[in-house]
């Protein structure tokens, strides 16, 4: 918190936020001011206008509402006296600074901005937590911290190769963040490889490669891995893999579902229909299952963070509601993922500069953003088609 403080009013606390008024505010601002005051004084938030401040009290608001009164306030004003300027900037100020300041989730329609020990009800908390103790299973990890140089040979390129064994050639502690998305086993028809082998052949190959990946990613770094179970084979591969990096000591940070809104889904039957016996269940999204080796907080210059606010509040809700990739006809390759996908990942997770790696890169989506985002990165796919692909998308940002 910058300009706000804790006040107690009535044995209530309040955030108190000042917004000093400028010279040029008129009588149209004003009554704008004065109408919001009589309008809002009621319980959770309330405002006070002084000689040189306004003063905004908050506990909890519906802010969606108060921008439309807000909003209705500005118009009528303007109606009412129409060669007078409303300084709308003043006004965008107080919806600002009120956006600024963390919410503890919403009670009755209106986001809770205090007392969030009170509203969660849970007493002595980082004792508790400690008790329980975080990511036990990660805790006795013996990674080094020690962080190493990508060699310029393995940086902004893309190597065609087995991913295992281009990997195994690059340094520990190396890379910043993996994004990738593996082939899925579901008998589709890639350029180079069988997709659709015994599971048991499907995971040997995938945590060899998963197992190089968290060698090369840095103390800090992050590995992120976009998959769908085959339903249909009752093989929950999310959390198959979710228990690869944990018993490989990496702390799982989270879960995205990415709600794709794909309700084409070509099942002809639904299982046993209208009746209990084997009803099927339908999938309209994919997982982003995300882990981070050594510790949760990833260190970078805050220069170098490129997500802005609106952006930042949307992507935490970790439910991605975007479209699937249109164009894979174009590209020729069946399983690509939409570039809003690894624009989201790379913003919230990583910062410009970062080094990112795609062992799976198919056509080069990863690679094509990390290099818009002014990121570093290195894409690795076993086919020599879908790899010309991904340089050629490369080559045309130029
Ligand atoms: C789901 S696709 C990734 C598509 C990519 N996200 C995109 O948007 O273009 C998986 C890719 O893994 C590649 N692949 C399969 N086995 C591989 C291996 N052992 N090493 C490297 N790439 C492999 C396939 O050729 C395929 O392009």
Known sequence: MSDEEMIEKNEKKYIKIEIPLESS?????????????????????????????LEVHLKSLDLDKFKLTLNYLINTAKRKIPHQEIHEDFFNKIIEKIEDIRSYGIKGGKRIYVDYNKERKVINRKEKIAKRSSYYYAQDHSFSSVQNQMPSEYINKIICGDSEDILKKLPSNSVDLVFTSPPYNFGLGYESTEDGIHWNDYFDKLFAVFGECIRVVKFGGRIIVNVQPLFSDYIPIHHIIS???????????????????NYNCKYTAWGSWKSPSSPYLKYTWEFLEIFCKGELTKPGSPEKIDINADEFKKWV????????????KEFGHPAMFPEELVERVLKLFSYQDDMILDPFNGVGTTTVVAKKLNRKYLGIDISEEYCKKAERRLKMML
Do not use: C, T
Not at 243 to 259: A, D, Q, R, S, T
Not at 321 to 328: H, Y
């Open 25 to 53: 505010l008129n009588q149209s601002d004003f009554e704008i001011i004065q109408d919001l005051e009589d309008q809002y004084h009621h319980a959770g938030f309330s405002l006070k206008l002084n000689n040189s401040n």
């Open 243 to 261: 228990n690869f990096f944990m018993e490989n000591k990496l702390i799982w940070k989270g879960e995205v579902l990415w709600e794709k809104n």
């Open 317 to 328: 809700v970790a439910k991605w509601s975007i479209a699937p990739e249109r164009n894979m």
